[in-house]
């Protein structure tokens, strides 16, 4: 059974650190593009950050360039979203997914199309 079960959520105050891990089973990562989606309230959901199969290529919306890192360890079938300087606007229930790499040209693309497999996801709230 193909599962992706995300952890490392909660609650931070602005200014502060999350990082989020993303951890496959019933399947490896190594053929996969990996990203971190997120939906805010009252909002549609965005690809976040990307990341392809051979680690080589990465992708980041506009508004988390320079705070947020993706990173992946396929030997661990893991993969991670390092999120600093949080604002309030990082609000929202992040996903991770995955989508086999030949689906996808561009880790932007992977980004804004509609991946295969998706986590549960887990809630991040910035407040004070």
């Known amino acids: 059974q193909v599962q992706l079960v995300e952890s490392g959520g909660g609650l931070v105050q602005p200014g502060g650190s999350l990082t989020l891990s993303c951890t496959a089973s019933g399947f490896t990562i190594d053929y996969y593009g990996i990203g971190w989606f997120r939906q805010a309230p009252g909002k549609e959901r965005e690809g976040v950050s990307c990341?392809?199969?051979?680690?080589?290529?990465?992708y980041y919306t506009d508004s988390v360039k320079g705070r947020f890192t993706i990173s992946r360890d396929n030997a661990k079938n893991t993969v991670w979203l390092q999120m600093d300087n949080l604002n309030p606007e990082d609000t929202g229930v992040y996903y991770c997914?995955?989508?086999?790499?030949?689906?996808?040209?561009?880790?932007?693309?992977?980004?804004?199309?509609?991946?295969?497999?998706w986590g549960q996801g887990i809630q991040v709230t910035v407040s004070s």
């Open positions: 997914a995955a989508v086999p790499g030949h689906r996808f040209t561009t880790v932007h693309d992977m980004c804004t199309g509609v991946p295969n497999y």
């Open positions: 990341i392809s199969d051979n680690t080589v290529h990465t």
